[in-house]
């Protein structure tokens, strides 16, 4: 087994970018990789990714046990975290959210610190689901639960909170994107689309691809990316391993890769979407908001210029990380509450709630 350091890789080094490069250095590069080590030793070390920022404040979090309605398993833990200031009339808006790690790694507290900015600053409750985890519990364990919890949010869930489920978005990262498009197509599935948005950080939307330019599926990033830190192609497949342990026809499976979804693409809701230029999973992401823009839905999309995967974790040290956060904020609060984009006053019901850069500025980034 490798044992660290573990020097940024030769095809990435004048890539990268500089900011996420002194912390690799400084922090990152004499640690042990996730993908080479047990998973238990991964799991009790209670940080997935350094670098992230304190909590916004909230007025309240509380956690709550989801009983099932539709599949068989154990109750789903769920931790909602509600807005400051007065409810809205009809009820709070809502945001189903999926943390990342592969669907091996992460928990409940894994990205609190982006729940909490979704809350404050999109004035809405975020509801962070807590779903199963391989290789205990592989492929479809998370897609039951992450299904499970939407089904409690539009039920018992919208009145312990005090909800209105007609202003509902969900969003994720990396594994938890997945889950989050997974989410939007099953509702789509149902006959009636129940999200207005889906926010989609570095998402795995193709687990098909392995690293040769043979069998990348069109996926250029898996090639070009291999070894870039944090999510190189091998670390990539370790997850694909313990999560879709039964070969290609289940790394095929549209619960499991969303980008090969065959049902109506116009149902489903408008995407905001940030990647990582030097992610491995660039291009699978940039093609599921071709998909998206073909079926006539809106997808905006932003490259975060230099970055690997898990830029948007790392927001007290990575200024895209702010940045990506800012963008979902920003995202929400204009689908909910219809904020305008273009220096307009916001309406008067707005009036007192913190909308950051409604003009953005995306300095060090492109848009596809």
């Known amino acids: 087994m490798a044992q660290p350091p573990y020097p940024l890789h030769e095809t990435v080094v004048g890539r990268i970018s500089p900011e996420y490069a002194a912390f690799y250095n400084q922090h990152i590069f004499d640690k042990q990789q996730v993908h080479l080590q047990p998973i238990e030793a991964s799991r009790s070390s209670g940080i997935l990714i350094p670098g992230a920022g304190p909590l916004h404040p909230v007025a309240t979090t509380a956690d709550y046990s989801v009983r099932r309605a539709e599949s068989q398993g154990p109750d789903v833990k769920v931790r909602c975290f509600t807005p400051e200031g007065p409810k809205p009339d009809a009820g709070w808006p809502a945001c189903v959210y999926f943390h990342g790690g592969g669907w091996v790694l992460g928990t409940i507290d894994t990205e609190n610190v982006i729940a909490s900015h979704l809350c404050a600053r999109g004035r809405s409750v975020v509801v962070a689901v807590d779903y199963r985890l391989a290789p205990e519990d592989p492929f479809p364990a998370a897609v039951e639960d992450a299904w499970e919890a939407v089904l409690w949010v539009r039920g018992q869930g919208q009145q312990i909170l005090g909800l209105d489920t007609n202003e ?36 795995v ?66 995407a905001c979407m940030v990647v990582g230029e030097l992610d491995v999973l660039r291009s699978e992401g940039e093609a599921f908001a071709c998909r998206l823009r073909d079926a006539g839905v809106d997808a905006d999309v932003t490259v975060m210029r230099g970055q690997p995967h898990p830029f948007i974790a790392m927001d007290a040290v990575l200024e895209d990380g702010a940045r990506a956060i800012t963008l979902f904020c920003e995202a929400l609060s204009q689908a909910i509450y219809r904020i305008p984009t273009k220096g307009l006053k916001s309406p008067p019901e707005m009036a007192g709630i913190e909308v950051q850069h409604l003009e953005r500025v995306r300095r060090g980034t492109d848009r596809v």
């Open 205 to 270: 939307m193709d687990n098909r691809p392995d690293a040769g330019e043979d069998s990348n599926h069109g996926h250029a990033s898996w090639t070009d990316n291999q070894y870039s830190p944090a999510l190189p192609a091998a670390k990539m497949l370790w997850y694909r391993r313990h999560y879709l342990p039964n070969g290609p026809q289940e790394w095929a499976h549209p619960e499991a890769s969303p980008l090969l979804w065959e049902g109506n693409w116009s149902a489903l809701p408008r």
């Open 168 to 203: 509902m978005a969900t969003g994720g990262s990396s594994a938890g994107a997945n889950l989050a498009a997974i989410m939007c197509q099953r509702s789509a599935a149902r006959g009636r689309q129940w999200f207005s948005l889906q926010l989609l950080s570095v998402p």
